[in-house]
């Protein structure tokens, strides 16, 4: 268990590819950095100036975006902490976004609004799908190219990264679904629903693997770059670690 610094709720965890680093995001807008090996918080990467509702991190960890209540895209370099990018994406609350390959494209979902995508050197928009079900998670799969979906109606879909247009679709059960996260080598993803059900799905055929019961609140979730931890938080400053790869471990094996 790692604990912040500072009592500031945290509201959103990402694992920085190719590090033993993860990013959080709180309800001040901070967007801090911690050492999983080291047990420890790092450093300050910047503000958001409001709440962060949603993070990603670009393929082998170069940018860190951050979308706030407001609308707004902050993008940073990792390396250097420098702010690449400040774009107004929506007038309302940016629910997710994900970098596409080689974080050339973001794909951004506003609430109310519609899942965009947008090329960042020069900011384009590609195309927009609007949708009256808000999107609370998209993630990028490399391996089949496509985008990873899911909404609080607890649908999960596979979306057409050209277009926007859906691929496949698949339903979790029970209480409100809050966040997602893909192991690296993309044949697995988890879900944390706000009971704290914690499940982890197939992502090439969207069935169920396993699921986990747990007593308090979930909002977020992370998986580490060699898939061997989950994270989870919510509810409170604290970081929560589940095993998440080894062939033994009941997370591994398909529910019957």
């Known amino acids: 268990m790692l ?24 309800v001040r807008g901070n967007i801090r950095l911690w050492d999983t090996d080291l047990k420890l918080q790092t ?38 902490n420098q702010l690449v990018l400040d774009y107004v994406v929506s007038n309302d609350n940016i629910l997710s976004m994900t970098f596409g390959s080689e974080g050339n494209t973001i794909f951004v979902s506003a609430s109310r609004d519609a899942v965009v995508a947008l090329a960042i050197k020069p900011m384009q928009e590609l195309w927009r799908q609007e949708s009256n079900i808000d ?18 109606n ?15 679709t698949a ?17 697995r993803f988890v879900t944390v629903l706000s009971d704290g059900t ?6 090439s ?16 979730v992370g998986v580490s770059s060699d898939g061997n931890i989950v994270s989870v938080g ?15 471990a009941r997370l591994t094996k398909r529910e019957q």
């Open 171 to 187: 339903k979790t059960k029970g209480a409100t679904l809050r966040d997602v996260a893909v192991f690296p080598d993309e044949n």
């Open 3 to 26: 604990r912040s610094v500072t009592n500031d709720e945290l509201t959103i965890v990402k694992h920085i590819p190719m590090t033993s680093l993860l990013a959080t995001g709180d």
């Open 135 to 152: 999107v609370v998670v998209l993630e990028y799969l490399s391996n089949s190219n496509v985008l990873l979906s899911a909404s609080p």
């Open 205 to 220: 055929f969207l069935y169920l693997i396993a699921s986990f019961s747990s007593s308090e609140s979930v909002d977020c």
């Open 43 to 80: 450093s300050l990467v910047g503000n958001c100036e409001g709440q962060i509702s949603s993070l990603a991190v670009s393929e082998f960890g170069k940018f860190i975006a951050a979308g706030t209540l407001s609308g707004r895209l902050y993008v940073w370099d990792i390396k250097s």
């Open 234 to 248: 919510g509810g409170g400053s604290e970081i929560k670690f589940m095993d998440g790869l080894s062939r033994n």
């Open 154 to 168: 607890n649908t999960i879909q596979f979306l057409d990264v050209s277009d926007g247009s859906v691929l496949q």
């Open 198 to 203: 914690v499940s982890v799905w197939d992502a």
